[in-house]
Protein backbone atom coordinates (compact mmCIF):
# COMPACT_ATOMS: atom_id res chain seq x y z
CA UNK A 1 0.00 0.00 0.00
CA UNK A 2 2.79 2.94 0.79
CA UNK A 3 4.78 1.56 -2.30
CA UNK A 4 1.57 2.45 -4.70
CA UNK A 5 0.74 5.94 -2.63
CA UNK A 6 4.83 6.74 -3.24
CA UNK A 7 4.76 5.81 -7.22
CA UNK A 8 1.29 7.81 -7.59
CA UNK A 9 2.65 10.78 -5.68
CA UNK A 10 5.93 10.33 -7.88
CA UNK A 11 3.55 10.71 -11.22
CA UNK A 12 1.58 13.67 -9.92
CA UNK A 13 5.33 15.88 -9.81
CA UNK A 14 5.75 18.11 -12.43
CA UNK A 15 8.04 20.82 -10.50
CA UNK A 16 11.76 20.18 -11.62
CA UNK A 17 12.15 21.45 -8.44
CA UNK A 18 10.35 19.06 -6.83
CA UNK A 19 11.79 16.27 -8.80
CA UNK A 20 15.41 17.58 -7.83
CA UNK A 21 14.58 17.43 -3.75
CA UNK A 22 13.27 14.13 -3.90
CA UNK A 23 16.68 13.60 -6.31
CA UNK A 24 18.54 14.64 -3.27
CA UNK A 25 16.84 12.73 -0.57
CA UNK A 26 16.62 9.26 -2.58
CA UNK A 27 20.74 9.77 -3.08
CA UNK A 28 20.65 10.59 0.60
CA UNK A 29 18.51 8.23 2.11
CA UNK A 30 19.39 5.15 -0.63
CA UNK A 31 23.19 6.06 0.19
CA UNK A 32 22.86 5.69 3.77
CA UNK A 33 20.98 1.87 2.80
CA UNK A 34 23.58 0.92 0.99
CA UNK A 35 26.23 1.51 3.00
CA UNK A 36 24.47 0.38 5.97
CA UNK A 37 23.98 -3.01 4.13
CA UNK A 38 27.75 -3.26 2.82
CA UNK A 39 28.33 -2.76 6.37
CA UNK A 40 25.94 -5.32 7.83
CA UNK A 41 27.15 -7.54 5.00
CA UNK A 42 31.03 -7.23 6.01
CA UNK A 43 30.00 -7.86 9.71
CA UNK A 44 28.54 -11.14 8.54
CA UNK A 45 31.79 -12.17 5.99
CA UNK A 46 33.88 -11.72 9.25
CA UNK A 47 31.90 -13.07 11.22
CA UNK A 48 32.30 -16.18 8.72
CA UNK A 49 35.88 -15.83 8.39
CA UNK A 50 36.48 -15.61 12.00
CA UNK A 51 34.63 -18.76 12.40
CA UNK A 52 36.75 -20.73 10.05
CA UNK A 53 39.72 -18.89 11.03
CA UNK A 54 39.46 -20.11 14.92
CA UNK A 55 43.20 -21.79 16.07
CA UNK A 56 42.14 -25.75 15.56
CA UNK A 57 45.53 -25.82 17.39
CA UNK A 58 45.09 -23.63 19.76
CA UNK A 59 44.66 -26.88 21.78
CA UNK A 60 47.18 -29.06 20.08
CA UNK A 61 48.65 -31.15 22.12
CA UNK A 62 52.11 -32.46 21.25
CA UNK A 63 54.87 -35.40 22.90
CA UNK A 64 58.46 -35.91 22.79
CA UNK A 65 61.22 -38.00 24.29
CA UNK A 66 64.11 -36.84 25.56
CA UNK A 67 67.36 -38.40 27.84
CA UNK A 68 67.36 -37.30 31.18
CA UNK A 69 70.74 -35.66 31.34
CA UNK A 70 69.63 -33.30 28.24
CA UNK A 71 66.60 -32.13 29.63
CA UNK A 72 67.75 -29.25 30.72
CA UNK A 73 69.25 -28.06 27.27
CA UNK A 74 65.95 -28.62 25.92
CA UNK A 75 63.64 -25.28 24.91
CA UNK A 76 61.09 -24.12 27.85
CA UNK A 77 58.32 -25.21 26.57
CA UNK A 78 58.20 -29.01 27.03
CA UNK A 79 57.44 -30.04 30.29
CA UNK A 80 57.61 -33.56 31.88
CA UNK A 81 54.47 -35.63 31.91
CA UNK A 82 54.79 -36.70 35.24
CA UNK A 83 55.69 -34.24 37.75
CA UNK A 84 59.36 -34.99 39.06
CA UNK A 85 60.64 -37.42 36.09
CA UNK A 86 63.37 -34.77 35.19
CA UNK A 87 64.94 -35.30 38.69
CA UNK A 88 68.32 -37.86 38.69
CA UNK A 89 66.72 -41.46 39.78
CA UNK A 90 68.26 -42.85 42.73
CA UNK A 91 67.89 -46.51 43.62
CA UNK A 92 67.89 -47.53 47.36
CA UNK A 93 69.55 -50.52 47.24
CA UNK A 94 69.44 -51.35 50.48
CA UNK A 95 65.35 -51.42 50.05
CA UNK A 96 65.59 -53.72 47.07
CA UNK A 97 68.16 -56.04 49.05
CA UNK A 98 65.32 -56.32 51.38
CA UNK A 99 62.65 -56.51 49.29
CA UNK A 100 64.32 -59.47 46.85
CA UNK A 101 65.21 -61.35 50.32
CA UNK A 102 61.86 -61.37 51.69
CA UNK A 103 60.11 -62.63 48.05
CA UNK A 104 58.95 -59.45 46.86
CA UNK A 105 59.70 -57.89 43.39
CA UNK A 106 61.88 -54.52 43.14
CA UNK A 107 61.20 -51.75 40.76
CA UNK A 108 64.68 -50.53 39.30
CA UNK A 109 63.35 -47.83 37.36
CA UNK A 110 61.91 -47.72 33.33
CA UNK A 111 62.47 -47.93 30.22
CA UNK A 112 61.21 -46.97 26.45
CA UNK A 113 60.54 -49.53 24.12
CA UNK A 114 61.33 -48.60 20.04
CA UNK A 115 59.09 -51.65 18.98
CA UNK A 116 55.96 -51.62 16.40
CA UNK A 117 52.63 -51.39 18.08
CA UNK A 118 51.50 -54.58 17.86
CA UNK A 119 54.69 -55.76 19.48
CA UNK A 120 54.16 -53.45 22.39
CA UNK A 121 50.49 -54.82 22.76
CA UNK A 122 51.58 -58.43 23.45
CA UNK A 123 54.14 -56.93 26.00
CA UNK A 124 51.52 -54.96 27.49
CA UNK A 125 49.24 -58.22 27.68
CA UNK A 126 52.01 -60.84 28.78
CA UNK A 127 55.37 -58.76 30.58
CA UNK A 128 58.02 -60.23 29.26
CA UNK A 129 61.18 -61.59 31.47
CA UNK A 130 64.79 -61.32 30.98
CA UNK A 131 68.03 -62.16 32.60
CA UNK A 132 70.07 -59.97 34.31
CA UNK A 133 72.95 -59.47 36.82
CA UNK A 134 73.46 -58.02 40.22
CA UNK A 135 76.78 -56.33 41.05
CA UNK A 136 77.34 -56.78 44.21
CA UNK A 137 80.49 -56.13 46.80
CA UNK A 138 81.31 -59.55 46.70
CA UNK A 139 80.47 -60.92 43.38
CA UNK A 140 77.69 -61.46 40.64
CA UNK A 141 74.45 -63.08 41.31
CA UNK A 142 71.76 -64.21 38.89
CA UNK A 143 68.48 -62.65 38.68
CA UNK A 144 65.64 -61.89 36.56
CA UNK A 145 64.02 -58.68 35.53
CA UNK A 146 59.98 -57.73 33.92
CA UNK A 147 58.83 -55.36 31.97
CA UNK A 148 55.58 -54.43 33.08
CA UNK A 149 53.51 -51.43 31.54
CA UNK A 150 53.59 -47.92 33.59
CA UNK A 151 50.23 -46.41 32.82
CA UNK A 152 50.39 -43.41 34.53
CA UNK A 153 51.71 -41.70 31.45
CA UNK A 154 48.65 -42.99 30.11
CA UNK A 155 46.31 -42.08 32.69
CA UNK A 156 47.70 -37.99 32.65
CA UNK A 157 46.74 -38.43 28.92
CA UNK A 158 43.28 -39.65 30.21
CA UNK A 159 43.16 -37.00 32.78
CA UNK A 160 43.83 -34.63 29.77
CA UNK A 161 40.49 -36.04 27.84
CA UNK A 162 38.28 -35.58 30.71
CA UNK A 163 39.52 -32.26 30.88
CA UNK A 164 38.74 -31.28 27.47
CA UNK A 165 34.94 -32.76 28.09
CA UNK A 166 34.32 -30.58 31.64
CA UNK A 167 35.64 -27.45 29.69
CA UNK A 168 33.57 -27.78 26.70
CA UNK A 169 36.39 -28.16 24.23
CA UNK A 170 36.15 -30.46 21.31
CA UNK A 171 39.19 -33.49 21.76
CA UNK A 172 41.20 -34.63 18.68
CA UNK A 173 42.62 -37.83 18.32
CA UNK A 174 46.91 -37.63 19.12
CA UNK A 175 49.18 -39.91 18.52
CA UNK A 176 49.98 -41.54 21.48
CA UNK A 177 52.78 -43.95 20.90
CA UNK A 178 55.43 -42.36 23.39
CA UNK A 179 52.76 -43.14 26.35
CA UNK A 180 52.22 -46.45 25.29
CA UNK A 181 56.09 -47.46 25.56
CA UNK A 182 57.14 -46.63 28.84
CA UNK A 183 57.66 -49.56 30.87
CA UNK A 184 58.30 -50.41 34.48
CA UNK A 185 61.96 -52.22 35.14
CA UNK A 186 61.20 -54.61 38.28
CA UNK A 187 63.94 -57.15 39.66
CA UNK A 188 61.18 -60.32 40.48
CA UNK A 189 63.84 -62.81 41.43
CA UNK A 190 67.08 -63.40 42.46
CA UNK A 191 68.03 -67.22 41.57
CA UNK A 192 71.23 -66.57 43.69
CA UNK A 193 70.78 -66.16 47.81
CA UNK A 194 71.73 -63.21 48.86
CA UNK A 195 74.03 -63.32 51.90
CA UNK A 196 73.72 -60.51 55.10
CA UNK A 197 76.88 -58.84 54.32
CA UNK A 198 76.51 -58.08 50.38
CA UNK A 199 76.02 -54.69 49.55
CA UNK A 200 74.10 -54.21 46.36
CA UNK A 201 75.33 -51.96 44.11
CA UNK A 202 74.08 -51.94 40.48
CA UNK A 203 71.94 -54.58 38.06
CA UNK A 204 72.48 -55.19 34.51
CA UNK A 205 69.71 -56.25 32.40
CA UNK A 206 70.39 -58.96 29.33
CA UNK A 207 68.05 -57.88 26.78
CA UNK A 208 69.50 -59.66 24.14
CA UNK A 209 67.54 -58.96 20.66
CA UNK A 210 65.98 -56.44 22.11
CA UNK A 211 68.80 -54.40 23.50
CA UNK A 212 69.18 -52.12 20.17
CA UNK A 213 65.30 -51.40 20.70
CA UNK A 214 65.85 -50.13 24.28
CA UNK A 215 66.13 -46.54 25.79
CA UNK A 216 67.46 -46.42 29.12
CA UNK A 217 67.11 -43.26 31.21
CA UNK A 218 64.66 -41.02 29.05
CA UNK A 219 61.44 -38.97 30.04
CA UNK A 220 58.48 -38.24 28.35
CA UNK A 221 57.46 -34.43 27.96
CA UNK A 222 54.68 -32.78 26.27
CA UNK A 223 53.46 -29.15 25.97
CA UNK A 224 51.60 -28.49 28.74
CA UNK A 225 52.62 -26.46 31.61
CA UNK A 226 50.63 -27.78 34.94
CA UNK A 227 49.97 -23.92 36.96
CA UNK A 228 47.80 -22.32 40.14
CA UNK A 229 46.24 -19.45 39.22
CA UNK A 230 44.54 -18.09 41.97
CA UNK A 231 41.30 -15.84 41.24
CA UNK A 232 40.44 -12.09 41.02
CA UNK A 233 38.73 -10.87 44.25
CA UNK A 234 35.88 -12.73 46.06
CA UNK A 235 33.67 -15.72 44.81
CA UNK A 236 30.57 -14.09 43.33
CA UNK A 237 27.31 -15.76 44.53
CA UNK A 238 24.76 -16.65 41.38
CA UNK A 239 21.45 -15.62 41.01
CA UNK A 240 20.41 -19.65 41.44
CA UNK A 241 21.96 -19.50 44.78
CA UNK A 242 23.88 -22.79 44.16
CA UNK A 243 26.79 -21.87 42.51
CA UNK A 244 29.94 -18.81 43.41
CA UNK A 245 31.35 -17.42 40.48
CA UNK A 246 35.29 -16.86 40.21
CA UNK A 247 37.47 -15.27 37.65
CA UNK A 248 40.96 -15.04 36.49
CA UNK A 249 42.89 -13.07 33.58
CA UNK A 250 44.61 -14.74 30.90
CA UNK A 251 47.41 -13.26 28.77
CA UNK A 252 46.66 -12.91 24.91
CA UNK A 253 49.82 -14.82 24.14
CA UNK A 254 48.88 -17.94 26.50
CA UNK A 255 44.95 -18.63 26.11
CA UNK A 256 44.29 -21.65 25.48
CA UNK A 257 44.01 -22.99 29.05
CA UNK A 258 42.02 -26.47 30.69
CA UNK A 259 40.93 -26.04 34.19
CA UNK A 260 41.13 -29.37 36.22
CA UNK A 261 37.12 -28.96 37.01
CA UNK A 262 35.09 -30.68 39.85
CA UNK A 263 31.96 -32.24 39.77
CA UNK A 264 29.25 -29.53 39.28
CA UNK A 265 31.74 -26.84 37.93
CA UNK A 266 32.09 -25.32 34.61
CA UNK A 267 34.04 -22.96 33.00
CA UNK A 268 33.00 -19.97 30.68
CA UNK A 269 35.89 -18.45 28.19
CA UNK A 270 36.09 -14.50 27.92
CA UNK A 271 38.40 -12.32 26.36
CA UNK A 272 41.66 -12.19 28.38
CA UNK A 273 39.49 -13.91 31.42
CA UNK A 274 38.48 -17.37 32.36
CA UNK A 275 35.17 -17.38 34.82
CA UNK A 276 34.41 -20.70 37.41
CA UNK A 277 31.65 -21.87 38.36
CA UNK A 278 31.36 -24.11 41.21
CA UNK A 279 29.65 -24.28 44.50
CA UNK A 280 32.61 -24.53 46.13
CA UNK A 281 32.87 -21.10 47.71
CA UNK A 282 36.14 -21.23 49.74
CA UNK A 283 38.65 -19.22 48.08
CA UNK A 284 41.33 -21.37 46.44
CA UNK A 285 44.00 -21.68 43.58
CA UNK A 286 43.26 -23.47 40.55
CA UNK A 287 44.83 -26.16 38.59
CA UNK A 288 44.62 -25.79 34.51
CA UNK A 289 47.17 -26.33 31.86
CA UNK A 290 48.10 -24.10 29.61
CA UNK A 291 48.64 -25.37 26.35
CA UNK A 292 52.54 -24.04 25.16
CA UNK A 293 53.17 -23.14 21.25
CA UNK A 294 55.31 -24.94 19.09
CA UNK A 295 58.81 -24.10 18.51
CA UNK A 296 60.46 -24.30 15.36
CA UNK A 297 63.47 -26.01 16.50
CA UNK A 298 64.08 -28.03 19.70
CA UNK A 299 67.74 -29.59 20.65
CA UNK A 300 68.28 -32.34 22.22
CA UNK A 301 65.77 -34.15 20.56
CA UNK A 302 66.67 -37.28 18.18
CA UNK A 303 63.42 -38.75 17.75
CA UNK A 304 60.24 -36.94 16.17
CA UNK A 305 57.95 -34.34 18.53
CA UNK A 306 54.55 -36.25 17.99
CA UNK A 307 51.45 -33.79 17.62
CA UNK A 308 48.06 -33.64 16.21
CA UNK A 309 48.42 -29.97 14.82
CA UNK A 310 46.60 -29.19 11.77
CA UNK A 311 47.59 -27.80 8.53
CA UNK A 312 45.59 -24.57 8.02
CA UNK A 313 44.23 -23.88 4.89
CA UNK A 314 41.26 -22.11 3.51
CA UNK A 315 40.07 -25.29 2.11
CA UNK A 316 40.50 -27.27 4.72
CA UNK A 317 38.97 -25.06 7.18
CA UNK A 318 36.01 -24.72 4.87
CA UNK A 319 35.19 -28.47 4.86
CA UNK A 320 35.85 -28.94 8.34
CA UNK A 321 33.27 -25.93 9.20
CA UNK A 322 30.34 -26.86 6.54
CA UNK A 323 30.98 -31.26 7.42
CA UNK A 324 30.51 -31.91 4.20
CA UNK A 325 33.15 -34.46 2.91
CA UNK A 326 32.74 -36.57 -0.87
CA UNK A 327 33.84 -40.64 0.40
CA UNK A 328 36.84 -41.03 -2.34
CA UNK A 329 40.50 -41.23 -1.80
CA UNK A 330 41.36 -37.71 -2.95
CA UNK A 331 39.31 -36.48 0.12
CA UNK A 332 41.09 -38.91 2.65
CA UNK A 333 44.57 -38.07 0.86
CA UNK A 334 43.19 -34.01 1.58
CA UNK A 335 42.56 -35.14 5.16
CA UNK A 336 46.38 -36.59 5.38
CA UNK A 337 47.61 -33.55 3.96
CA UNK A 338 45.89 -31.39 6.60
CA UNK A 339 47.33 -33.80 9.64
CA UNK A 340 51.27 -33.14 8.16
CA UNK A 341 51.84 -36.88 7.52
CA UNK A 342 53.67 -37.14 4.37
CA UNK A 343 57.03 -38.24 6.20
CA UNK A 344 54.98 -41.61 8.24
CA UNK A 345 52.45 -42.86 5.68
CA UNK A 346 51.57 -42.55 2.32
CA UNK A 347 48.38 -44.03 1.43
CA UNK A 348 47.89 -46.34 -1.61
CA UNK A 349 44.37 -47.67 -1.73
CA UNK A 350 41.22 -48.10 0.07
CA UNK A 351 38.02 -50.95 -0.11
CA UNK A 352 34.91 -50.61 0.69
CA UNK A 353 33.98 -54.60 2.12
CA UNK A 354 31.20 -56.48 3.09
CA UNK A 355 31.82 -57.31 7.11
CA UNK A 356 31.47 -61.09 5.70
CA UNK A 357 34.18 -60.51 3.78
CA UNK A 358 37.31 -62.80 4.63
CA UNK A 359 39.93 -60.26 6.07
CA UNK A 360 43.56 -59.77 6.11
CA UNK A 361 45.24 -61.39 9.26
CA UNK A 362 44.33 -59.84 12.28
CA UNK A 363 47.50 -58.58 13.50
CA UNK A 364 47.85 -56.73 10.56
CA UNK A 365 44.84 -54.85 10.95
CA UNK A 366 44.69 -51.91 12.79
CA UNK A 367 41.52 -50.28 14.04
CA UNK A 368 40.45 -47.14 15.92
CA UNK A 369 39.72 -46.85 19.46
CA UNK A 370 35.99 -45.76 18.57
CA UNK A 371 35.53 -49.43 17.21
CA UNK A 372 32.39 -50.94 19.02
CA UNK A 373 29.58 -53.19 18.27
CA UNK A 374 27.36 -50.65 16.99
CA UNK A 375 30.49 -50.18 14.15
CA UNK A 376 31.05 -53.95 13.87
CA UNK A 377 27.50 -54.10 12.07
CA UNK A 378 28.34 -51.39 9.15
CA UNK A 379 30.50 -52.58 6.38
CA UNK A 380 34.27 -51.89 6.26
CA UNK A 381 36.35 -48.83 4.57
CA UNK A 382 39.72 -50.77 4.71
CA UNK A 383 42.91 -48.06 3.76
CA UNK A 384 45.66 -48.97 2.61
CA UNK A 385 49.00 -47.38 3.32
CA UNK A 386 52.74 -47.83 2.72
CA UNK A 387 55.17 -46.60 5.50
CA UNK A 388 58.10 -43.87 4.37
CA UNK A 389 58.70 -42.72 8.44
CA UNK A 390 62.37 -42.85 9.37
CA UNK A 391 61.80 -44.55 12.75
CA UNK A 392 59.16 -47.31 11.28
CA UNK A 393 58.59 -48.43 14.61
CA UNK A 394 56.05 -45.43 14.63
CA UNK A 395 54.18 -46.16 11.45
CA UNK A 396 51.33 -48.17 13.03
CA UNK A 397 50.69 -45.31 15.65
CA UNK A 398 50.68 -43.11 13.18
CA UNK A 399 48.10 -45.09 11.38
CA UNK A 400 45.47 -44.98 13.86
CA UNK A 401 45.68 -42.04 14.67
CA UNK A 402 44.67 -41.44 10.67
CA UNK A 403 41.96 -43.84 11.78
CA UNK A 404 40.59 -42.34 14.33
CA UNK A 405 40.63 -38.95 12.63
CA UNK A 406 38.93 -40.67 9.90
CA UNK A 407 36.67 -42.06 11.83
CA UNK A 408 35.39 -39.20 13.29
CA UNK A 409 33.81 -38.24 9.62
CA UNK A 410 32.96 -41.46 8.35
CA UNK A 411 30.67 -42.52 10.66
CA UNK A 412 28.74 -44.95 7.87
CA UNK A 413 32.01 -47.59 7.98
CA UNK A 414 33.98 -49.06 10.51
CA UNK A 415 37.42 -47.54 9.49
CA UNK A 416 40.16 -50.17 9.60
CA UNK A 417 43.54 -49.74 8.26
CA UNK A 418 46.70 -51.90 6.55
CA UNK A 419 50.31 -51.35 6.33
CA UNK A 420 50.99 -53.04 2.93
Given at each position: M?????EEKIEQMTSLEDKHILKELLQQVLGEIVEYQKKEYEKIRNSLEEELLIEENEYSLLSAIVSREKY???????????????KPVKIDWSLVKLSLRAGMEANVGKVFLKL?????????????????????????????VELSFAGEYLDKLQEIKDAFGKNEIRWRPVIDAYFLRFFDLNIVECIDKIE?????????????????????????????????????????????????????????EAGAYLVLLQEDEYVVRKEHKLEIYSPNSSMHDWQCYNFEKKQLYVSAISLPILDNTIRETFSNRMARFTGNTIRTKAEIERMMQELQLEKYLQLDGMKILDVKEDMPETDTIIVTENYNSMLSRKPVLMLQFSGR?????????????????????YYEFQVKGILL
Open positions: ERQFISTVDSWLHPVIEGDDPLQEVKKMIEEPPEFPAVIHTSERDLQAKDNEELLSMEPQYGKYQEHILENHILLWNLDLQKRKTMGFPVPQMDQKKYRFSFEIEKAKESWLEADVMKYVLEVVQNS
